[in-house]
């Protein structure tokens, strides 16, 4: 059984509508990438908190295709850098993140005053999630 795009936009919002582990994949040198991210899931895409610099931004400037796997979903998209944390037309999903990420965002380890911490917005092309014998397509 097959659920409507609108079943699985509301599916993906109560599953990962919050802090949620997701493995992200890219690609660079012809050769995959994988690692764990905390990210957050609203209007077709999930959002991520990282540093300019790292070696997933490297890799998506120069292939922005990534792939994205959480519990039971697996999927693909576009990575693409929404700029600083602290721009000012991102200060309204900043919020948003801000509150997902409440129980370590802010602990030392993300700075979000330095100019490089940034958001990371993976638009989905397509997607799977199964659920209790369901299957939900993008």
Do not use: C
Not at 54 to 65: F, G, L, T, V
Not at 104 to 115: F, I, M, Q, R, S
């Amino acid at each position: 059984m097959a659920g409507t795009k609108l079943a699985f936009e509301e599916m993906m919002a109560q599953r990962f509508g919050q802090d949620s582990v997701m493995a992200l994949a890219t690609v660079y040198g012809g050769k995959p990438y994988v690692r764990y991210v905390n990210a957050y899931y609203e209007d077709g895409a999930f959002y991520i908190v990282t540093h300019a610099l790292s070696n997933k931004m490297e890799h998506i400037k120069k292939d922005p295709a990534v792939g994205i796997a959480g519990e039971w979903f697996t999927g693909r998209g576009v990575g693409e850098s929404l700029g600083p944390w602290g721009k000012e037309e991102n200060r309204l999903l900043a919020g948003k993140l801000e509150k997902a990420f409440s129980a370590w965002l802010g602990n030392g380890h993300t700075d979000l005053a330095d100019e490089n911490t940034l958001i990371l917005r993976v638009r989905l092309t397509d997607g799977l999630l199964l659920s209790h014998g369901t299957r939900y397509e993008l």
